[in-house]
Nanobody
Framework: QLQASGGGLVQAGGSLRLSCAASGLTFSSYCMAWFRQAPGKEREFVAA????????YYADSVKGRFTISRDNAKNTVYLQMNRLKSEDTAVYYC???????????????????WGQGTEFTVSS
């Protein structure tokens, strides 16, 4: 089970940190990612981190502004978002991909577990 939190309302240019706590799975065996879905749009990849946290991957649209990290001792993954823009407004979902599944970290279909989503709005 994945439980995301941290959404809300933030002004453009501001910062926000999302958290996703995992339970019921061996957290260190999963690549963790954040996806987002804006109104009227398809779900898109935002960022991912390897099971150890040593490797991270970002969509071009958030590179340099967002940072994904994880704490395997706390079974939690984070998404630090800085310099927020109105186009970042969306529902954000955390997801878990089993490291031995051979899945593609950018492909939502390959993720086995999903959080319920946390929404935030960036006001201009």
């Amino acid at each position: 089970q994945l439980q995301a939190s941290g959404g809300g309302l933030v002004q453009a240019g501001g910062s926000l940190r999302l958290s996703c706590a995992a339970s019921g799975l061996t957290f260190s065996s999963y690549c963790m990612a954040w996806f987002r879905q804006a109104p009227g749009k398809e779900r898109e990849f935002v960022a991912a981190t390897s099971e150890s946290g040593r490797s991270t991957y970002y969509a071009d649209s958030v590179k340099g502004r967002f940072t994904i990290s994880r704490d395997n001792a706390k079974n939690t993954v984070y998404l630090q978002m800085n310099r927020l823009k109105s186009e970042d407004t969306a529902v954000y979902y955390c997801a878990a991909l089993y490291v031995y599944s051979g899945g593609n970290y950018k492909s939502a279909d390959d993720y086995a577990y999903w959080g319920q989503g946390t929404e935030f709005t960036v006001s201009s």
